[in-house]
């Protein structure tokens, strides 16, 4: 995978979260301070902790979640344009593909009740720790 | 209104890749001295560990079962300590966890055994805990890197592969279509000729000159839905720890030809915002403050998370619920700047 060199953000949440991990961090250290292997780990112990194994998230349902939530957000050609420059494509008919694709899949997905209720009780939960402006609390409300 | 943020220095280049021994590069691996090992390990985990290793010296002689448990990057074969030099050097075996999950992989293969059920399912429980090692020893392959096959596999190699073989006839020409079913020739369940175990074993060699053997696990590999490269990657190592095979596989190339043609791409289930708040909500109520932030920039930031992740982590809170001893190795004080939460 190519290094990113930029990163387009336009959430409050994440600016706040992009600064909290960026504290401390010294030149040349990465954000997460963990290895792939450490943090496929935890992203496991969550799932299955909300009932979510078997459902084939893994951690780059991040991007592809954030990229299908973000076009559910704007349909028009201007967001797509900033679409395509937040997810760092080349051209518009791939990312238009990969978009398609993952709201298919978002729209194929059945969550069983028991996981859809935890997720529930765990979102309430970091809502109450957190401020308003997140996307997927945007939609919420 | 968008904020970007060009070159961040933080965030440095993918270190996806795990070091692995690379077969190509350097057929022969050299040997290293368990001494030496015991020793690397106690430095770096302490008399735990070590403990760990002493132990699997007296329990594995015991054994009918040649158990094979990795830590990080090293592993226990047998009574023998064998590491990876690369993995030695750069891998610097700061994962609890990875120990962790290989008991538990190695407990599970115990209870297929005293459930008498690995006679049954000995090439399943050998095929998941080769999978389970192999992620574990470098066997995770990224998508453009080339096929790299830990040393250490070669005993499961071995011993899997060695009872999984049986003759087959080569395809006839009408029987040659493209579908995944008809496309494994010698090994369609109408054609198949009875199983003759350990063709392999018996003369170690693939019989006469020109026959034909098929490998049963690509046919449960196809059955079970492996990830599209997994049977290539299983044939690969199959001829580099047996090189006998080469050029009587033949039929078995061509069903993982087939398969890589006709298998969809196996994608990741997007997230939806309530499952990431979920996901995040659980980081939180574990004090997983880094993570439930990276969740966050994941999602926000369309990013994926290699770009984040380096090849040498430092120790972070264990988030495991269940408090043990050998988790709280895993403790160090969590310096989060602004205390529990960041918002």
């Keep these: 995978m190519l290094p990113i060199n930029k990163i387009v953000l336009d959430e409050k949440l994440a600016l706040q979260a992009l600064r909290f991990l960026c504290q401390g961090l010294k030149p040349g250290e990465t954000l997460s301070q963990v290895t792939n292997l450490q943090f496929r780990t935890l992203f496991k112990d969550l799932l299955a902790a909300l009932h979510l194994e078997q459902l084939g998230y893994m951690p780059y349902s991040l991007r592809r979640g954030g990229v299908a939530a973000a076009y559910k957000q704007g349909t028009s050609l201007t967001s797509l344009d900033v679409l395509v420059i937040q997810g760092r494509w080349q051209h518009l008919p791939t990312a238009c593909i990969y978009v398609d694709a993952g709201l298919q899949s978002m729209a194929q997905i059945t969550h069983p009740p028991r996981a859809l209720a935890l997720c529930a009780q765990m979102a309430t939960h970091f809502k109450t720790a957190s401020q308003k402006g997140t996307r997927g609390m945007r939609n919420m409300s | ?343």
């Excluded at chain 2, 594995?60 to 226990?76: A, D, N, R, T």
């Excluded at chain 2, 890197?145 to 190699?157: K, M, S, Y």
């Design chain 2, 1 to 343: 209104m968008a904020t970007v943020v060009d070159n961040l220095r933080y965030i440095s280049c993918s270190t996806t890749s795990v070091p692995c021994y690379d077969a190509d590069r350097n057929p022969t691996p050299p040997e290293i001295d368990p001494q030496r090992v015991e020793e690397y390990v106690k430095d770096v985990h302490g008399e735990f560990i070590g403990l760990l290793i002493a132990m699997s010296h007296i329990v594995l002689p015991f054994s009918h079962l040649s158990f094979v448990m990795g830590f990080g990057g090293g592993f226990i074969v047998g009574s023998s300590v064998t590491v990876d030099p690369q993995q030695y050097e750069k891998f610097p075996l700061d994962s609890m966890d990875v120990v962790h999950d290989a008991i538990d992989s190695l407990i599970s293969f115990m209870r297929y055994k005293f459930a008498r059920m690995v006679s049954g399912n000995q090439k399943t429980a050998s095929l998941e805990l080769r999978m389970e090692f192999g992620r574990f020893g470098g066997m995770h392959v990224q998508r453009n890197d080339r096929l790299i096959v830990h040393p250490d596999d070669e005993p499961f190699v071995d011993r899997l592969f060695r009872s999984d073989f049986r003759p087959t006839s080569p395809l006839t020409s009408s029987s040659s279509s493209s579908s995944s079913s008809s496309a494994s020739g010698g090994v369609s369940p109408g054609r198949l000729p009875q199983p003759v175990p350990n063709v392999v074993a018996q003369d170690d060699s693939c019989g006469p000159s020109g026959e034909q053997i098929s490998f049963a696990p690509i046919d449960r590999g196809l059955d079970v839905g492996w990830p599209k490269p997994e049977a290539s990657y299983a044939l690969v190592a199959l001829q580099f720890f047996q090189p006998q095979t080469k050029h009587h596989v033949v039929w078995a190339w061509k069903l993982a030809k087939t398969w890589n043609q006709v298998e969809l791409p196996t994608r990741s289930t997007p997230f939806s915002p309530e499952i990431l708040l979920g996901m995040a909500g659980q980081a939180l109520k574990w004090k997983q403050f880094r993570f439930r932030c990276l969740l966050v920039l994941g999602f926000a930031g369309n990013s994926a998370h290699q770009s984040w992740c380096s090849s040498s982590g430092r120790r972070w809170p264990c988030h495991r619920p269940t408090p043990c001893k050998r988790q709280c190795s895993y403790w160090t004080a969590a310096k989060e700047p602004n205390g529990i939460c960041f918002l």
